[in-house]
């Protein structure tokens, strides 16, 4: 090969790694950095024209990461299309349950042949779909096309560049490995998985305990009950995972208790925090008055119920949260109520 044609090689591999990131928010925002700083050309697509101008002139997002300098290969626009244009990895990461009507906007922008890359936890209201389905019918993309990035990502440690490691899944896992290789930075290590449902659930399900969890808190409870809800809400994780088709090992993993960890300890973690002041008194409406950012557990836990129920699998803190949050059951009550339930062996 001659040394021109090895340049040329060059310029055709930078050509085709370039990402579209939508969504501004925390996470979309740190991901891009990450993708960034792994060596990818990343375009941002924002809603907000503001925070676009922001992060292309000042090099920060203003509302969630103001003191982190994102790389000059991260850039903005409001533009789905421009965001879209030769992306061999479109990352979506709006909450959850905006996504089918975001994506049928977006559908006929993406790059034939892109992988889109869920960085949502969530469950979809009314179909109980995970995100990777919803991607999978909406944008008319079979599963080898849809991929998954989670684990404990708590996005303000990873805008710090604090050491943290995740999973990328997919059903084919050669397009798991080429998300792995775009994304693995000094400081974000990614490992592969091919478990799409069982990533994608650990994901949404820890969101509900640790809705509970703070809950637990707010309510001045100790370390015994915390670390009993997060042990028996791995366990009704793990029974629905298996219901559904995911391999056991990884809720032991990143995906499963590797998040619920971090989630349900972390003061950063926005489900911990509205359980939190759910249990401390306020009411669901005063309680969303003042959380700043989405808390996907507070819409999923019903989804994730009715999703248990179509299995027919038994969800008890999942179903308390439920009666929580959205039948209004003091928190004291549904405490009695669920530590009152029948007792039986730990791994039924």
């Known amino acids: ?9 060059d310029r055709q591999e930078e050509r085709r790694r370039k990402a579209a990131v939508f969504g501004t928010g925390s996470w979309g925002t740190a991901f891009a950095m990450v993708l960034a700083e792994a060596g990818v050309e990343v375009t941002l697509w924002g809603r907000r024209a503001e925070v676009v101008e922001a992060i292309n002139t000042t090099r920060r997002n203003p509302g969630y990461h103001p003191d982190t300098e994102l790389p000059a290969r991260v850039r903005a626009t409001t533009d789905p299309a421009d965001a879209a244009r030769d992306a061999e990895f479109t990352v979506l990461s709006v909450p959850s349950q905006t996504l089918r009507g975001n994506l049928e906007s977006w559908r006929g922008l993406l790059h034939p042949g892109t992988v889109l890359v869920s960085l949502m936890k969530g469950i979809e209201l009314g179909t109980a779909k995970r995100m990777s389905e919803v991607i999978e019918e909406v944008a008319d993309v079979p599963a080898e096309r849809v991929a998954v990035l989670t684990g404990p990502n708590l996005a ?70 915390k670390a009993s809800l997060i042990t028996r ?11 559904m088709g995911a391999e056991a090992h990884t809720f032991a993993g990143l995906a499963g208790m590797g998040d619920l960890v971090a989630t349900c300890s972390s003061p950063l973690s926005r489900n911990h925090t509205f359980g ?10 005063e309680t969303i008055a003042v959380t700043e950012q989405t808390a996907e557990g507070v819409k999923s836990c019903q989804s994730v119920l ?15 949260v439920v009666e929580i949050v959205h039948q209004g059951k003091p928190p004291h009550v ?15």
């Open 276 to 285: 939190t002041n759910l249990g401390r008194g306020m009411t669901l409406q």
């Open 306 to 320: 009715d999703l248990a129920r179509r299995h027919g699998v038994e969800m008890p803190i999942t179903e308390t």
């Open 156 to 225: 303000r440690e990873i805008a710090a560049r604090q050491p943290a490691a995740a999973v990328a899944a997919c059903a084919d896992e050669e397009a798991a490995r080429a998300l792995q290789s775009a994304c693995h930075t000094p400081y974000f290590r990614p490992y592969t998985s091919t478990d799409v449902v069982g990533c994608e659930l650990g994901g949404a399900v820890k969101n509900v305990i640790a809705l509970a969890v703070g809950i637990a808190d707010g309510m001045g409870l100790g370390d015994n009950s």
């Open 233 to 243: 809400g791995l366990a009704e994780t793990t029974r629905l995972g298996l219901a």
């Open 1 to 9: 090969m001659s040394r021109h044609d090895g340049r040329q090689d």
């Open 334 to 348: 549904a405490l009695k109520e669920l530590m009152s339930r029948s007792a039986k062996p730990e791994r039924a």
